[in-house]
């Protein structure tokens, strides 16, 4: 939770310093939707690191993807947009792709699961908020700022409760970079482009979108980790 305490504090700060221009477009509007997305992220990846503590990095993978399938059926039943049938072809058929990436013989769900399959709902709501909220905000700059902000402060507080241990002299250069990939690309950049992004795209289509992770997270483990890529991840990649 420290981690997502100092990520998410360090975005939120980082751009309100160099988009201050923006804060002349605040509002309570604008508040109340960052606060509220801010909310379900924090709630999201809290789930999920406590799922990842009884699974595996892989199966957790596996699990997420679920929300390929979820987010079109909420939005069906939420907002009576039905979907086009291609939507579920094109869910299942990624569903098939992550599990010849991800999983191995171990088929059995364990509470670690149940966890990620908690937060695949979590996420799913997230997605078909932000496509409700990012067109009636005047600045989605602000909107991302509020959402960093909220979901940093949370984690914060729950370290705190929770008496995280914080050993700041065990932080080695490769985590100090770690931190800042995380804290720029991987939420100020990625977070932000989504939430500009859903702006014209449908929630379903973001959601088949994203699921695409995976792929370059097999890629990634590839090249950088060293994992052998088989026939196997490369049908699923396909």
């Keep these: 939770f420290w981690i997502l305490a100092i990520r998410f504090i360090l975005a939120g700060l980082m751009m ?4 201050w221009k923006e804060w002349k477009k605040l509002d309570k509007k604008t508040i109340r939707y960052g606060v509220t997305i801010g909310l379900l992220l924090f709630l999201g990846i809290g789930v999920q690191m406590v799922g990842l503590q009884f699974t595996t990095p892989a199966k957790q993978s596996f699990v997420l993807v679920s929300y390929v ?26 569903l098939i792709g992550v599990g010849l990436l991800s999983l191995n013989d171990q088929l059995r769900l364990s509470f670690g699961d149940a966890c990620t399959l908690v937060y695949a709902l ?18 989605l700059i602000l909107f991302s700022i509020f959402q960093f902000l909220t979901a940093g402060v949370l984690s ?32 100020a950049l990625a977070f932000t482009i989504q939430n500009m992004a859903q702006k014209y795209a449908r929630p379903a289509n973001t959601a088949l979108i994203m699921a695409t992770e995976s792929i370059f997270g097999a890629l990634a483990a590839y090249f950088f980790a060293g994992e052998i890529f088989d026939l196997r991840k490369i049908i699923g990649c396909s």
């Design 16 to 19: 309100s310093l160099v988009f």
């Design 69 to 94: 399938i979820i987010v079109p059926l909420m939005e069906w039943a939420f907002y009576k947009k039905k979907p086009a049938k291609k939507i579920f072809v094109s869910g299942v058929l990624c």
């Design 122 to 139: 979590i996420f799913s709501i997230q997605v078909l908020k932000v496509a409700d909220y990012s067109p009636r905000v005047d600045s």
């Design 156 to 187: 914060l507080l729950l370290a705190l409760i929770t008496r995280e241990v914080l050993v700041v002299e065990s932080v080695s250069r490769t985590s100090f970079w770690g931190i800042v990939y995380l804290t720029i690309f991987n939420t």
